[in-house]
């Protein structure tokens, strides 16, 4: 693969490198290691996940994984470094909750300010509560082309989040998307091309940190582009040699680099060409000491993906992966299956000698220079109307709704049907996904979730039928129903929402488009270019395969 200039305006900070965490201490750092237990220590190198909305909120769940009743008292017992929000364990409800929650949760941190997390990459991955501005993907951004645009999104995003208390955000994706089926990155990434990865990486890692003085994290090194598996359910092994891992997977990550990235987050993936020993790169020194930090000069903070995945449970059990992450050269072990144990089992190895205290050392001042450097160890607690007034502001909105109308792509347009004269016309919207959010955009008729021959009879007494698709896979219901409606010869405009992909599905579908995401934004974006209120500007950061090219996209006046 030939990696293409991206021939657009670049971010001037682009060109420079910035420095990322230093590892050397300062004098409040120094202090706050002085005063540190080992234990304390040692908690600095975890984040985790507590329940409830509130630091004081007793729950079972915390009772049954931590031995005591509120996320408070899990801060206090573990002297954690850090916390993972998610909707799942009660943490964003709201915009208020969220920002009282993080404000209780400093306030038991024992005077060591946590780093407080969320993955916030949008479109699939996107965690925050309405009305937090919404944004589409990785892909859908390069789509668009503009590295400023993954900037705005960096920024606004990053305000939103260190508004309600996370100063952490998992992102953005600095996968390289080479394998079409790829189950776990698809459209998180910004595309299949080196440079254009490489670019918007460091644009939107600008965007959170100088933008917003939010961390980013870039992930998930040294690269999950060019997988089958997902490291969620399995072991991938990714066949790259060193020379394609040099051209496909690693500019995105130097670039991150230069750009001063607060974290750089580990892949639970083998790479034999990286490590013969089969050990997943999150355990693997040869990857993580010797290429990242040694080769590449990466100084800031390293943080393993969820240790709760099967890829990296795999070869070895729950006791030894957060010892085995630390002797690779890891700093921040997320979410480990079973807390406690792989607390204990961080001190056991400190006691027996097999770790050293020096080593702990080495990764809870490169944590706290991270959280000196982001104004965490000055911490003063949020105002929850402030909050309100900043996440999901008129502002905001507008900036999102500029950046997701370059995105959407249009790739086949053979009989001229679009732009659509509306005005008079009636319109059906239907398929998978964000089938109302785009009828109400249109002030069409939504038809949620039918079976083929409903679809078949609205189509016949409509004028246009908008036809959305979501990951299709061979024979399944999707490819039955818009191969039906296409069969019908009525005007069928066909959508992907997800993976651009599924144009391989109907290879004969003469109108086509992409929008990468299926987010209200984006849904808004797509009535627009269908109906000629703007025209269609981004092309494909992919190639589809036998099909379209990478950077194939059509355009076309409007009035």
């Known amino acids: 693969m030939r990696t293409r200039p991206v021939a ?25 290691m002085s005063r540190m237990t080992l234990p304390q220590k040692v908690g600095q190198l975890f984040t985790t996940y507590v329940y409830g909305n509130d630091a004081n909120t007793t729950s079972a769940d915390n009772r049954r994984l931590y031995g005591v009743d509120t996320p408070a008292e899990v801060v206090r017992k573990y002297h954690l ?187 639970h993936i083998v790479v034999p060409a990286l490590d013969a020993s089969g050990d997943p790169a999150t355990l693997s020194r040869p990857i993580i000491t010797g290429l990242l930090r040694e080769e590449l000069g990466y100084r800031g903070v390293i943080v393993t993906d969820s240790l709760e995945m099967a890829g990296v449970r795999e070869k070895y059990g729950d006791a030894r992966v957060p010892v085995l992450a630390l002797k690779a050269g890891v700093d921040m072990l997320l979410m480990p299956p079973d807390f406690d144990v792989a607390y204990h089992a961080v001190l056991d190895a400190v006691a027996s000698g097999e770790l050293t205290e020096k080593r702990i050392d080495q990764s809870v001042r490169r944590i706290l220079a991270l959280k000196q450097k982001r104004g965490l160890l000055t911490w003063t607690p949020l105002d929850p109307s402030a909050a309100e007034r900043t996440v999901g502001s008129a502002e905001h909105v507008k900036v999102a709704q500029s950046v997701t109308d370059r995105t959407v792509t249009a790739i086949r347009n053979d009989a001229g049907l679009l732009p659509y004269a509306a005005t008079g016309k009636s319109i059906l919207v ?67 929402v997800r993976n651009p992909y599924d144009l391989a599905r109907f290879p004969t579908a003469p109108t086509y488009l992409a929008t990468y995401s299926s987010t209200a934004v984006s849904m808004r974006s797509l009535a627009k270019v269908i109906t000629g209120a703007s025209a269609p500007r981004g092309k494909l950061p992919v190639e589809i395969p036998g099909i379209y090219p990478y950077g194939h996209g059509l355009t076309w006046s409007v009035g």
């Open 81 to 267: 470094g850090g916390i993972i929000y998610f909707a799942w364990t009660n943490s964003l409800q709201n915009i208020r909750q969220v920002t009282t929650l993080s404000n209780g949760l400093q306030a038991a941190a024992e005077g060591v300010p946590l780093t407080i997390a969320t993955d916030q990459e949008h479109g699939v991955v996107s965690r925050m509560p309405a009305p937090a501005t919404p944004f589409p993907g990785g892909m859908a951004l390069g789509a668009g082309r503009n590295p400023v645009d993954a900037y705005r999104t960096g920024q606004v995003t990053g305000r939103e989040l260190r508004a309600v208390g996370i100063n952490q955000a998992w992102a953005p994706d600095a996968d390289v998307n080479v394998n079409p089926a790829n189950p776990v990155i698809g459209v998180r990434s910004f595309g299949s091309d080196p440079g254009l990865v490489a670019a918007m990486t460091a644009s939107q890692v600008l965007g959170f940190q100088l933008g917003a003085g939010t961390s980013a994290a870039a992930k998930h090194f040294p690269g999950h582009g060019d997988t089958a598996t997902d490291s969620h359910t399995g072991l991938p092994v990714i066949t790259h040699t060193r020379e394609e891992w040099d051209r496909i997977d690693a500019p995105p990550f130097k670039a991150a680099i230069a750009a001063g990235v607060d974290a750089i987050m580990s892949a």
């Open 8 to 32: 657009l305006l670049a971010l001037a900070a682009l060109c420079v490198t910035i420095p990322a965490t230093p590892v050397n201490a300062s004098s409040p750092i120094d202090a706050i």
């Open 430 to 496: 239907t398929g998978a996904s964000a089938v109302t959010s785009l009828a109400t955009a249109l002030n069409a008729t939504p038809l949620v979730a039918p079976t083929k021959d409903a679809a078949v009879a609205a189509a016949q007494t409509h004028d246009l039928t908008v036809v959305l698709t979501s990951n299709v896979s061979a024979g399944s219901a999707q490819q039955t129903l818009v191969d039906a409606l296409l069969a019908t010869g009525r005007p069928i405009v066909v959508v992907a």
